[in-house]
């Protein structure tokens, strides 16, 4: 059996995908947000969890899919990327799209670690896109957003103390 030339970049793209090191998880980022607070928005931040949330899990899906079938095609920029709302119209649209960004972010995680994804290769269906690219594009996109979800949850006065 063939040692995958590429295990030690797979390893280091799964911890920046799992939130290792520096990046904050997705778990810890929306966990405990309560339901009356999902569409909280403080001036002059333009965002809230849920914009955040449904802003997350679409991108990721895009990334996701255009990586691995060529029969994508990515929603209108910016609109189709952004809720209409600032609020899930209910529990279970806020449920949908937790599990949706876990699914999705699972996915991406087993096809950077498939031996058999040379995360190199070209894309065919892109223009020079890379599996590596559009992993590191997902994490740095991931991280960006959890980011401000922190800032808006601190400014609803949501965010655990950590002291």
Do not use: C
């Not at 939130?19 to 403080?42: E, M, Q, T």
């Not at 949706?100 to 058999?116: H, I």
Request: hydrophobic fraction near 40%.
């Amino acid at each position: 059996m063939a040692t995958d030339p590429q295990h030690a970049l797979r390893d280091h793209l799964l911890y920046l995908l799992r939130g290792g090191g520096a990046h904050l998880s997705f778990d810890k980022a929306i966990g405990g947000i309560p339901p009356a607070l999902r569409g909280g928005k403080v001036p002059p931040v333009p965002h809230t969890p849920w914009r955040l949330l449904e802003h997350l899990r679409i991108a990721q899906w895009d990334i996701l899919e255009f990586s691995r079938n060529p029969e994508h095609v990515s929603p209108e920029w910016p609109g189709g990327y952004w809720p209409a709302g600032d609020a899930p119209p209910d529990d279970e649209t806020w449920d949908r799209a937790v599990g949706g960004f876990r699914t999705d972010l699972k996915a991406m995680q087993d096809l950077v670690a498939d031996p058999a994804t040379d995360l190199f290769a070209p894309i065919p269906h892109g223009d020079g896109q890379t599996v590596l690219r559009e992993a590191l594009l997902v994490a740095d996109h991931n991280a960006y957003h959890l980011g401000q979800l922190v800032v808006v949850r601190r400014l609803l006065g949501i965010w655990p103390d950590e002291g």
